[in-house]
């Protein structure tokens, strides 16, 4: 079935290197959303791509969204202590009775040491 | 400040007994989800409701039963907890299907 792949699974980091999650879906999806889960926490909602080559950045974090759409990546640029949590993405696909539904990656846990 | 309200934000509970988490938002959303999130499993949707009066099943839907009798509220049924519903339990809500979603502070839940 579709589905997102996200690699890695966990990724150590030191703080002030660079870290980079990529999110692959078997499907083209029309958009792609992102969301950061600190420890503890619940998912909170980072940004949306919806353009074919789409690049956005907030602060350190940059944004990309493939030429296919059916992948993407999330790049931070010299890690914080603050960036510590699970990175989801997630793209919406046709589901039965043709409802739109989010598939979700299972997330990239990072970790930083100070 | 607007958002999404879930109760109870943590609970035990004997297998067998029926358990209701609550899921109020207050942004008017017309849609609303309820997910899962276990160890190495990712978010998995139980159930989603698109708009008020309607309900739909997501990937893991057994053992569960949602009502959504107006935009506000979604509430999530356990009819007889079992051991393998252990589980972080997250409502989420979206002005539209599969717009941005937001999240509530989550509900977990042990069933021993």
């Known amino acids: 079935g579709q589905q997102v792949m996200q690699i890695p699974q966990y990724q150590h980091v030191q703080e002030g290197e660079d870290f980079t999650t990529y999110c692959n879906s078997s499907?083209?999806?029309?958009?792609i959303q992102w969301y950061k889960q600190r420890p503890g926490g619940h998912p909170v909602f980072l940004i949306q791509?919806?353009?074919s080559g789409e690049v956005k950045k907030q602060k350190r974090l940059t944004f990309q969204f493939g030429e296919a759409k059916k992948n993407s990546s999330l790049h931070i640029t010299a890690t914080q202590t603050t960036d510590v949590g699970t990175y989801f993405c997630?793209?919406?696909?046709?589901?039965?009775?043709?409802?739109?539904?989010?598939?979700w990656g299972l997330g990239t846990s990072l970790a930083v040491n100070p | 400040i607007a958002g999404i309200t879930q109760a109870p934000t943590s609970q035990i509970l004997a297998a067998g007994r029926r358990m209701t988490l609550r899921c109020t938002q207050d942004?008017?959303?017309?849609?609303m989800y309820w997910y899962r999130q276990d160890l190495g499993l990712g978010l998995r949707l139980i159930h989603y409701?698109?708009?008020?009066?309607?309900?739909g099943k997501g990937e893991v839907p057994d053992g569960y039963s949602v009502s959504r009798a107006n935009t506000d509220d979604f509430p999530l049924t356990l009819a007889s907890a079992v051991p393998s519903q252990t589980s972080v339990y997250f409502c989420?809500?979206?002005?539209?299907?599969?717009?941005?979603?937001?999240f509530g502070e989550g509900s977990r839940l042990t069933v021993l």
């Open positions: 791509l919806v353009k």
């Open positions: 989420a809500s979206s002005d539209q299907g599969t717009g941005e979603l937001f």
């Open positions: 499907t083209t999806l029309s958009n």
């Open positions: 942004m008017r959303h017309n849609a």
């Open positions: 997630a793209g919406p696909v046709l589901g039965a009775g043709n409802n739109r539904k989010l598939i």
């Open positions: 409701s698109n708009t008020a009066g309607t309900t």
